[in-house]
């Protein structure tokens, strides 16, 4: 890291995550070349058609070329294309996937080698693939809708469109990807249940009174969460049934065990006791309800349960501010009283936090029980959730009503469908149906899968065994798992990597070369991220390890691949300042610079757009400001509404102030204020009241008004 200009050097500020790239010692060359020769095995070891496999492919790891490697090589040993089907999770990623095997077969057709040494190998396969071609009549060039490269969901919706009454699964005239009226009108019926006379559903209308009165009777957030969570059924429809209260408290009670036992850890043994003795002393000089009266009969550390939370809590909030600071200053509101007798116990205190002060897993550690979850639920927060259990299973058959109706679907409903299709006895027929047609499945980006998904994949291959001919090759990087939020579990994937799929074992590959980046910027990310992610994976977590790269682009020597810029403490607009300096730095320096910025949101960029601008710095966005933040819209739509509806004061009163008019506020209060009984158009026709505006606002209004 190297100091701004201010000559502040931000290197002193011994940020956790600022880090200097590993020396290539001897040892870092050793293992750089183990790496490397490593990489080229698995590699090698990926083309072997007879094996099933999972490979973990970290980013630049140019896992796209060994998909396209792993497909070719099986092709060439199919007796038909459609055995050979090639999983991903956008129609984007699918086509390029699709148009990239066929652009290696069209490469394959000419008699020369690529130049490009890694397209040696692709060319060689596709070779055999076309001469598989050629022997059997697939005809590929003609029929290229023969090689089958889907999303996920595409597949789901084949499998459960092969039986239809076994899966139950109505036929649909489509599937829609904007399904949010639907959830809506489902959530709608629901609800209305409230005042239904039919005596079988009083019990669903007392849930729903239930509901309402615990969120204040705001019927239209009940509805909109409703709806919400039909949009996320796939993540509770498994999980409904006997509502267990032990069951869904052993995970909060679990979290709050292992977030006190992480205090226990970073807790240094030399503090206790004294910790131990001004809790009590803090306790015998609150109030009985403080936060701190837990302490009270502390005889000595308590133990690492969520049975003691409140004692541990308190403890937190003796050390801590609210804010998660160590404490510098200590009052009578946390037990010492400005007495003369306190002073000791005020020295005491003080010099417990600062031998404590750098102990930063310690700080955190306690901050951190204060967001841990209750242990238990309340009698409210139980009943509640008892409704909220009850009424989901009945929003979710109003919405197949409602698919129904409508002749739609959505892909949840679809791979549920699909996954059932697979299950039980039924199941095992449909899957040895779809034998004859799948012999090898390959899924990209494995990370990202649903456990809906996996469900489905895991049935599909239910009676693979290893030699039989069938195969799986599933790529992933659980460090990108990204899709948490529609319940993409990176726990999965390590659970195939440990015990693989159904009962097929998958051999693990680990790819490690890194084709995109500098040597720079990998050796930077392998001495950041091996402090920033756990040491070792865990499934239950979804914790997941660092893993190591090597970078093929040797030749690169740019001494900086990164520079810090630590911001402390500073505002939005100091930081577009700084990045707008950082880009003049950048365009000084090497004129000819592609620059790219990146932010992790879109509201992020509110400040630093219009530094950009108000610089001179031209840029290319794509989908980065709404239209609805553009005056002309706002113009545009404040005069829509005006056309639509006379009376709307508040639009016609806009459309006369945007540019096309640009009448001024005190125009525009003489016109219109005082008269809250005439529209602004009758307003405006009327001459008396035009001719009281300024000159330059009757001529304006003269000509707009026309």
């Known amino acids: 890291m190297r100091a701004d200009e201010s000559g502040r050097n931000d290197s002193q500020l011994q940020l956790p995550w600022s880090v200097e790239p590993a020396v290539n010692t001897e040892s870092g060359v050793a293992q750089e070349a183990a790496l490397s020769d490593d990489d080229t095995a698995a590699r090698a070891n990926a083309l072997d058609v007879t094996r099933s496999f999972i490979v973990r492919a970290p980013a630049g790891s140019g896992k ?53 040494h890694h397209k040696v190998l692709t060319f ?11 022997e059997l009549g697939w005809e590929l060039a003609a029929n290229p ?25 109505v036929a649909v005239t489509q599937v829609t990807e904007q399904a949010e009226p639907l959830y809506s009108a489902a959530a709608h019926t629901t609800l209305a249940l409230l005042d239904s006379s039919n005596t079988q559903d009083q019990r669903v209308a007392q849930h729903v009174a239930r509901l309402l009165t615990h969120l204040d009777n705001d019927w239209p957030r009940v509805h909109r969460l409703l709806a919400g969570m039909l949009a996320r059924r796939d993540q509770w429809l498994r999980h409904l049934g006997h509502l267990d209260r032990e069951a869904l408290e052993a995970p909060m009670q679990n979290e709050c065990s292992r977030r006190i036992a992480r205090v226990c850890q970073a807790l240094p043994l030399t503090a206790v006791e004294e910790l131990m003795a001004m809790a009590r002393y803090a306790a015998g000089n609150v109030p009985e309800g403080s936060p701190l009266s837990p302490c009270a009969d502390l005889d000595g550390l308590p133990e690492a349960s969520f049975r003691r939370l409140d004692v541990w809590r308190a403890l937190a909030a003796l050390l801590l501010t609210k804010e998660g600071h160590w404490r510098t200053r200590f009052s009578k509101t946390e037990g010492f009283p400005p007495l003369a007798g306190a002073a000791p116990f005020k020295q005491r205190i003080v010099a417990l936090t600062d031998a404590l002060r750098s102990n930063e897993p310690l700080r955190q550690a306690l901050h951190d029980l204060r967001e841990v ?8 927060q139980w009943e509640v959730l008892e409704s909220i259990v009850a009424l989901l299973p009945r929003a979710a058959a109003e ?47 494995f990370q990202d899968t649903s456990i809906t998904q996996f469900e489905l994949i895991d049935r599909l291959v239910a009676d693979w065994r290893p030699g039989d001919g069938r195969t799986v090759f599933v790529v992933g990087d659980p460090m990108q798992s990204i899709y948490r939020f529609r319940e993409a579990e990176v726990g999965l994937f390590l659970r195939a990597w440990n015990k693989g799929i159904a009962s097929l074992p998958l051999q693990r590959l680990q790819l490690a070369r890194n084709f995109r980046s500098q040597r720079g910027l990998v050796d930077w990310v392998n001495a950041a991220f091996v402090r920033v992610l756990p040491g070792e994976s865990d499934m239950a977590n979804g914790a997941v390890a ?11 020597t740019q001494p900086e691949a990164v520079i810090v810029n630590a911001l402390i403490d500073g505002s939005p607009q100091d930081e577009a300042a700084r990045v707008v300096e950082r880009l003049h730095r950048i365009q000084a320096d090497e004129p000819t610079a592609m620059i790219a910025l990146l932010v992790r949101a879109r509201p992020h960029l509110s400040q630093i757009v219009p530094a950009l601008r108000e610089a001179g710095l031209k840029f290319t966005a794509v989908e980065l400001e709404p239209l609805l933040t553009r005056p002309i819209i706002c113009d545009l739509l404040a005069l829509t509404r005006a056309l639509e509806h006379l009376a709307d004061k508040v639009a016609w009163l806009a459309a006369l102030r945007a ?9 525009l209060s003489e016109l219109a204020e005082g008269e809250s009984n005439a529209t602004v158009w009758q307003l405006i026709s009327d001459p008396v009241r035009r001719s009281r505006l300024t000159p330059d606002g009757q001529q304006r209004l003269s000509r707009v008004a026309a």
Not at 373 to 380: L, Q, S
Not at 546 to 556: G, I, K, T
């Open 145 to 169: 809708g023969r090689l089958r490269v889907q999303t996920i969901d595409a597949l789901a919706l084949w499998l459960a469109q092969q039986l239809p009454i076994t899966t139950r699964f």
């Open 546 to 556: 660092f893993e190591p790269s090597v970078a093929d682009r040797s030749s690169d």
């Open 399 to 445: 919405l197949m009503l409602a698919f129904s109706d409508a002749g739609e679907t959505d892909f949840v409903q679809v791979t549920r469908a699909a996954a059932e299709a697979l299950a039980g006895d039924t199941g095992s027929d449909i899957a040895h149906t779809l034998d004859t047609r799948i012999r090898h499945l390959l899924i990209d980006e």
């Open 64 to 116: 796209t070329e060994l998909l396209t490697q792993r497909v070719l090589a099986l092709l060439a040993h199919a007796d038909a294309p459609e055995e050979v089907v090639a999983i991903t999770f956008t129609r984007k990623a699918a086509a390029e996937m699709k148009d990239r095997l066929l652009q290696s077969l069209a490469d394959a057709a000419a008699p020369d080698l690529p130049p490009e």
């Open 124 to 134: 060689q396969l596709a070779q055999r693939v076309l001469a598989q071609d050629r």
């Open 373 to 380: 979850p209750a242990p238990h639920f309340t009698a409210a």
């Open 659 to 667: 540019p096309w008019c640009g009448l001024t506020l005190a125009d």
